[in-house]
T-cell receptor
Framework: NAGVTQTPKFQVLKTGQSMTLQCAQD?????MYWYRQDPGMGLRLIYY???????DKGEVPNGYNVSRLNKREFSLRLESAAPSQTSVYFC????????????FGDGTRLSIL | DQQVKQNSPSLSVQEGRISILNCDYT??????FLWYKKYPAEGPTFLIS?????DKNEDGRFTVFLNKSAKHLSLHIVPSQPGDSAVYFC?????????FGSGTKLNVKP
């Protein structure tokens, strides 16, 4: 099915380890986003990419880096994982540059011990 | 400082009755509003939206109401069905700035 694909679905890390979450969309969308969802907090924007070659910080960018490798792929990297980064991470895409997220992946559940 | 709030974490409704989900925001510059539905272990899916130039938008059983003076947004589901049981998030948007509410878990009882 066409859509947004995230890998992995689950991951457990130790504090200080690094990790890259992968996201790919096959809808030729311009914009891509990374969110984290925490209990009682809704979804908070970490980083977004309005178009290929551009990235911008969202609400909670600290501790993360992103790469818009090409139009299809947008990865999120934790260089030195911390327990506070335990969360469910969602990637999303939108056809319009800078527009609101239209399609979401199924999420990556990340636990940092 | 949450710019978008959904003050009811959960709501339980009988099948066939109306479900009303609420969302309040503080930023008067928001000009586009959306509702998403999320099932467990899946990403949110877009449900319905409304522009700030309107006060109502309807799509089948789903109607979104916007009260700009009160900075209040609501989603009405009529009639509610058990398959509507999910978490509902509102999103408020203005020029590359978009904020989600914390979500309301709706349970529709058969």
């Amino acid at each position: 099915n066409a859509g947004v694909t995230q890998t992995p679905k689950f991951q457990v890390l130790k504090t200080g380890q690094s990790m890259t979450l992968q996201c790919a969309q096959d809808m030729n969308h311009n914009s891509m986003y990374w969110y984290r969802q925490d209990p009682g907090m809704g979804l908070r924007l970490i980083y977004y990419s309005a178009s290929e070659g551009t990235t911008d910080k969202g609400e909670v960018p600290n501790g993360y880096n992103v790469s818009r490798l090409n139009k299809r792929e947008f990865s999120l990297r934790l260089e030195s994982a911390a327990p506070s980064q335990t969360s469910v991470y969602f990637c999303a895409s939108s056809a319009t540059g800078g527009g609101q997220p239209q399609h979401f992946g199924d999420g990556t559940r990340l636990s940092i011990l | 400082d949450q710019q978008v709030k959904q003050n009811s974490p959960s709501l339980s409704v009988q099948e066939g009755r109306i479900s009303i989900l609420n969302c309040d925001y503080t930023n008067s510059m928001f000009d586009y509003f959306l509702w998403y539905k999320k099932y467990p272990a899946e990403g949110p899916t877009f449900l319905i939206s409304i522009s700030s130039i309107k006060d109502k938008n309807e799509d089948g059983r789903f109607t979104v109401f916007l009260n700009k003076s009160a900075k209040h947004l609501s989603l009405h589901i009529v009639p509610s069905q058990p398959g509507d049981s999910a978490v509902y998030f509102c999103l408020c948007y203005n020029f590359n700035k978009f904020y989600f509410g914390s979500g309301t878990k709706l349970n529709v009882k058969p």
